[in-house]
């Protein structure tokens, strides 16, 4: 509850009046139960000034801020109740739990529809009379209707035996028809082979020799010319030949430089295994030289040895510090005169040797496990690379559908994944890994990569519900939700978005009932009419019926009412039909 002295600004300032508890009676355990589960007590009711003050946009600032004893931080939710123009409204503000901005709701409040008084009985009894008249009229006319079927059903009998007598005739019919055409052809043929036979011979005879002799001509000119052609074509075989010949001793050859470069490969295979055990040598050397150097510099700080060892007593060369090293081993075995130093020495020279073979086996364990790792992260970068392609694949064909271009890539901020720190040890950097996804709508521009600063909201839903389309079959589960994803599209963006969904939400099991591409469910305030695959037989469409225009009560909702006043409406369209048909009669008349 809000505290006397915002309750009292909010009375003259913002036009509320009281809390919803205080508009209602009821008994204290309901009242008691409203105020726990639904927050009576806090929910303001005011008049037609709240909308006044809603419009200035500093009522919901007012309301979202706490007051000075409320130290808990962030912004308050709020809820109140009030009139405009004779219609109540619901206005509630939410603040964001990742923002921290508030989120406002305004509804329309609708009539109550919940403890209404019954039906009168005396409607009760006159519904049922007329339900039993209704019965008994059915009884009645049953007969009538049977009888009615059974002659309907004849008849449709004997249509089609008509209908099938019928296309026999108009086949025969066309069928002479055919035949007299081929007789008057064959017809006219006889009489015109009749008129040549009766024509003067002599003359025919003359023209068939000039025609006879212009042939053998032609003949003998003709087996001139394949003469020359045949022998053109061996001389191509020959040459051919040579050819073959060529290219097997090419082929030999070609295989003999395939089968020394698979022996070249296999020997570069053997260098490469000899490099890494190399390299994995010379870095375990190199670490032991490190540990030696940090030891060495612990030991002889190099800041107070370095005029020591700038004189010259100090040995020079190993062959030197070899010597100095016997003659100080031969001093302290001398020493017999205090065996505690000499066997703190030995207990001491002990612990550095097993401390060694540790630091040595720990240093052989972290090189075993770089190696294991990079083996893993060879194997799961490659497993990303084929899943990438593999969505790429699938967003570039359905980006391509609407007529524009896309690319999915994974970026790695780098060339390389591996980075060297200061020691030069492996690092990765996936905190700089992520998807890229490029989209190009226009001829004219090139591939740019998805943004808020550079596309439309339009554009980025295209993109956005077709990259989710790429990534559904990789990934089961049993449901999916969108929710208005196609607000901000055209009409045909909206089109093909709604038919690529539909095509990959209706996919049939494969395997089994199970193998099943999941449900799909696409909330939306509006769809277009005329949508491909709404005649999907597993597509289902849900209303949710919500505003103030509905029916007050679900049993008003009645079918059979509904097709008797579409039955009636018919009916007058039809008996308006038929009064101007019959004046036309009577003025024909």
Known sequence: MYSDARMQVLRREHGFECYLDETFTAPEAIMAALQTRHNVDKVLVGGEGVQHSIERKDLVEFLSSRERHDTRPGKQASCFFYTHRGTSYKYTSQPSRYSGEVGTDCSQVGPAIMLKPGTDPNVKDQLAS???????????????????????????????????????????????????????????????????????????????????QKL??????????????????????????????????????????????????????????????????????????????????????????????????????????????????????????????????????????????????????????????????????DSLLNVVNQVNCKFSEYMKEVGCAGQINLYTGSNDARENDSDGQTQYNFKNWGIEILVKFREASSLQVLSAQTHSGGERSVSTIMYLMGLQNLMSSPFRCVDEINQGLDERNERLVFKRIVANSTISPESSPDDHCGQYFLITPKLLPNLDGMENENITVLFVFSGPNNFPHFLDWNVDKFIQEKRKFLGQEHNEERIPNKNKKRRSQ
């Open 130 to 212: 007329v339900i039993k008249s209704a019965e008994e009229t059915i009884e009645r006319i049953k007969p009538e209707i049977d009888m009615s079927e059974s002659e309907l059903l004849k008849l449709n009998a004997q249509g089609q035996e008509s209908g099938t007598k019928l296309k026999n005739a108009k086949r025969a019919k066309a069928d002479w028809q055919m035949h007299e055409v081929k007789l008057r052809n064959q017809k006219d043929k006889l009489a015109e082979a009749e008129e040549n036979a009766s024509k003067d011979n002599d003359r025919e005879k003359k023209k068939s020799k000039v025609k006879i």
């Open 216 to 381: 053998m001509e032609s003949s003998i000119s003709m087996t001139e010319m394949a003469a020359k052609a045949h022998n053109e074509f061996m001389k191509t075989m020959s040459s051919l030949t040579g050819l073959k010949m060529s290219e097997d001793g090419l082929s030999d050859n070609l295989r003999k430089l395939a089968d020394a470069l698979n022996e070249k490969q296999a020997e570069t295979a053997e260098l490469v295994r000899e490099y890494s055990r190399v390299d994995i040598e010379y870095n375990t050397k190199k670490d032991k030289l490190k540990d030696l150097l940090k030891e060495a510099e612990r030991v002889a700080p190099s800041a107070e040895w370095k005029d020591r060892l700038s004189q010259d007593d100090i040995p020079s060369t190993l062959e030197d510090l070899d010597h100095e090293i016997d003659e100080a081993e031969l001093k302290v075995n001398s020493i017999t005169d205090n065996p505690h130093a000499i066997r703190e020495y030995e207990r001491r020279k002990k612990e550095i040797q097993e401390y060694q073979a540790k630091l040595d086996g720990m240093s052989g364990d972290k090189q075993q496990k770089v190696r294991l790792l990079e083996a893993k992260f060879e194997n799961w970068r």
